[in-house]
């Protein structure tokens, strides 16, 4: 008798295995299920040494805003409210790109149906605006496109939950991004009203070397009392006024990278 004939002889004479196929989960094939999205983030073509001193970095004031959340009917004795800096491209100014670094929280609640923040945003709240002055303003600067900034201002490797609540008709998650290596940190923070995870690209992260120990200290926001249940705060940090949350309703709870300025 052959090995061929042995296997089939002990195949066809071992106990049979019950097995509920139903309780597998199917587990999904690169090949059938490819996030389209994800895979843009990921791709990255770096600048020369000559084209990154060509580039112009400026800090500057929002020009509009999106509102993400409030804190109205939450029972807080604080009112506050998130939002988005939103970024109009211009084609007289094609050669300019914003970029996300993170949401923003304001003291007072603003007018959210019109997307108007409290007067006091606008004027503390700063984003990052990148130049290309090597092209004109009319034209596309084929450096400061989606694969060039992935290389220079990678997006978040994932997001992770730093806080959240769920009260009733309160929900409200805030995530803090995961750079991709050392070399880069994440400065602020992204809000959510559900507790799936916000997209990569929605904001992020600079060159550690750009950074600077903070030299004024992070100003509390809003802090949850009233509500009861889970702690927590935010707070407007470093040179660009970002949100950052945390569990507590102390400064020393927040973490050091976020406290770093451009």
């Known amino acids: 008798e052959n090995e061929d004939d042995a296997a ?17 989960r199917p587990k999904p094939m690169d090949e059938l299920y490819v996030d389209h999205h994800l895979e843009q983030t990921r791709t990255r073509l770096a600048l020369s040494f000559q084209e990154l001193e060509n580039i112009r970095v400026r800090i500057k004031t929002a020009d509009s805003w999106v ?14 409210s998130v939002w988005r800096a939103r970024w109009d491209p211009s084609i007289l100014k094609r050669n300019v790109v914003e970029v996300p670094l993170g949401h923003y929280s304001s003291e007072g609640i603003g007018r959210p149906r019109a997307n108007r923040p409290p007067n006091s945003l606008g004027k503390e709240a700063m984003v990052v605006e990148l130049t290309d002055p090597g092209v004109s303003a009319l034209s596309k600067s084929p450096r400061l496109d989606e694969a060039h900034l992935n290389a220079l201002l990678p997006h978040p490797a994932k997001m992770k939950l730093a806080w959240s609540k769920c009260s009733g008709a309160v929900k409200v998650y805030v995530w803090k991004g995961v750079p991709p290596t050392p070399d880069f940190r994440a400065l602020g923070m992204v809000c959510t009203t ?31 009392t009233g509500t009861g ?23 020393t709870r927040l973490n050091s990278s976020h406290l770093c300025n451009l």
Not at 242 to 249: F, G, K
């Open 67 to 80: 509102h993400v959340w409030n804190s109205g009917y939450t029972g807080a004795r604080k009112e506050a």
């Open 229 to 251: 249940g889970r702690r927590g705060s935010f707070w407007s940090v470093n040179t660009l006024g970002l949100l950052v949350a945390t569990e507590d309703r102390k400064s």
């Open 194 to 224: 559900t507790a799936a995870p916000p997209r990569l690209d929605a904001m992020r992260c600079v060159p550690a070397a750009w950074c600077s120990a903070a030299g004024a200290d992070p100003k509390m926001v809003w802090d949850d």
């Open 8 to 24: 089939e002889t002990n195949a066809a004479t071992a106990p049979a295995i019950q097995a509920d196929l139903s309780q597998i």
